[in-house]
């Protein structure tokens, strides 16, 4: 199956990567609180917590910790679909419920699709208008989510 959509160059940005490992290990990685903490924000970062009720209308909650070992506020997010081994599409537009937050930034697409032996993983960051889809891609969209990519690629062999 392909994306539920087309991205738009303007507003949305794609990285996308060969990962030599299967999709479920993947979803795996994607979908257990314990998993995400391993990899989830680009090191020396850490993930000090996570919540995940996978399902529509569910949380998605992520709580980071700098390397001075300042905790950042949890991040709130709603998944909005969930094809298993197959899609997430989550965004921080929502409260779990499907409750309106205060501050959106993002919906999040991780498409895991078979390709050889290897799953082709790909991120979309989908942004509400130019600026913020720029202001992202300046904070460092390619360099952190693709250092992501390459943690979750290197940690899904040990699981």
């Given at each position: 199956?392909?994306?539920?959509?087309?991205?738009d160059p303007r507003l949305d940005l794609v990285l996308e990567r060969v990962v030599d490992?299967?999709?479920?290990?993947?979803?795996?990685?994607?979908?257990?609180?314990?998993?995400?903490?391993?990899?989830?924000?680009?090191?020396?970062?850490?993930?000090?917590?996570?919540?995940?009720?996978?399902?529509?209308?569910?949380?998605?909650?992520?709580?980071?910790?700098?390397?001075?070992?300042?905790?950042?506020?949890?991040?709130?997010?709603?998944?909005?679909?969930?094809?298993?081994?197959?899609?997430?599409?989550?965004?921080?537009?929502?409260?779990?419920?499907?409750?309106?937050?205060?501050?959106?930034?993002?919906?999040?697409?991780?498409?895991?699709?078979?390709?050889?032996?290897?799953?082709?993983?790909?991120?979309?960051?989908?942004?509400?208008?130019?600026?913020?889809?720029?202001?992202?891609?300046?904070?460092?969209?390619?360099?952190?989510?693709?250092?992501?990519?390459?943690?979750?690629?290197?940690?899904?062999?040990?699981?």
């Open positions: 199956m392909t994306y539920p959509f087309k991205p490992a299967p999709r479920e290990l993947l979803w795996r990685a994607w979908t257990t609180p314990d998993h995400v903490k391993q990899w989830f924000t680009p090191k020396p970062w850490l993930i000090t917590d996570c919540e995940i009720d996978l399902k529509p209308g569910g949380l998605f909650r992520t709580r980071m910790q700098s390397p001075d070992g300042k905790e950042t506020n949890d991040r709130h997010c709603c998944y909005l679909d969930i094809v298993p081994n197959e899609r997430l599409v989550w965004t921080d537009a929502l409260l779990p419920g499907y409750r309106p937050s205060g501050d959106p930034f993002i919906t999040a697409v991780i498409s895991l699709q078979p390709d050889g032996r290897g799953t082709r993983y790909t991120a979309t960051a989908i942004h509400r208008d130019e600026a913020t889809r720029n202001n992202h891609e300046e904070m460092g969209f390619f360099d952190g989510w693709g250092t992501v990519a390459d943690q979750l690629a290197a940690y899904v062999k040990t699981i």
